[in-house]
Structure formats: C-alpha cells, structure tokens
C-alpha cells in the first residue's frame, strides 16, 4: 500500500490480516517489481508515492492496482496513461473496513 498514513496501513494490515499480506510501499522501485500476484493500492489522499509517477511502472505488470480517493482530476490524468484502464477507484469516503472488504472479495 503505497500511503503516508500509517494508521490506515495499520488498520487495513489487521483487517486482512491472514488474507494477504500489507507492506507499505515508499519508493517507486518497490512497484517496478509487482506483477500478477500483487496488489496495489495507491492512496490518493495521503500517497506513499504519485499515482502519475507508478503508472508507468504498473504498466504490463499485470498487478491489481486499486486508487483510493483520487479527485476527478487525478482520475482524468490517470485515464490518459496507458496501462491505467483496468485500474479500479473507490472514493475517498470509503472506509479501511469497506477497503478490506473490497480487497477480500478480490482476492
């Protein structure tokens, strides 16, 4: 999960906790390794790294990539990048509960 938010990554870690494992994520080069298995959650409230900057590093990784609370503007700039298409957005009023839940229906 790439976010500053600590609290967020702490609750989301425990609410999926023996369902897949949460690791912060900090530095670009941590997604250049994503591919299939992974997920990716980029939060656009309080992001770990830029959702324009990982893009192109997500792309053709074949990562699940899931953008939390981007504004429309975010979401347009997104739209524009390739890969970016399949990525799924939840509004910035979803909860880390709802998260999870949407995380665990995916997995």
Do not use: K, Q
């Not at 967020?8 to 591919?35: E, I, K, Q, S, T």
């Not at 959702?51 to 899931?66: C, D, F, H, K, R």
């Amino acid at each position: 999960m790439a976010t500053w938010d600590v609290g967020g990554l702490r609750r989301l870690r425990l609410r999926l906790h023996g369902r897949a494992d949460v690791r912060p994520v900090d530095d670009l080069r941590m997604l250049a390794r994503a591919n299939g298995s992974v997920t990716v959650v980029l939060d656009a409230c309080a992001p770990g790294v830029d959702a324009l900057e990982a893009a192109p590093l997500l792309n053709g990784s074949y990562a699940m990539v899931i953008v939390w609370g981007a504004s429309p503007e975010l979401r347009e700039a997104l739209a524009a990048e390739p890969g970016t298409r399949g990525w799924m957005h939840v509004p910035n009023d979803t909860t880390s509960r709802e998260l999870a839940e949407i995380l665990s229906s995916l997995f």
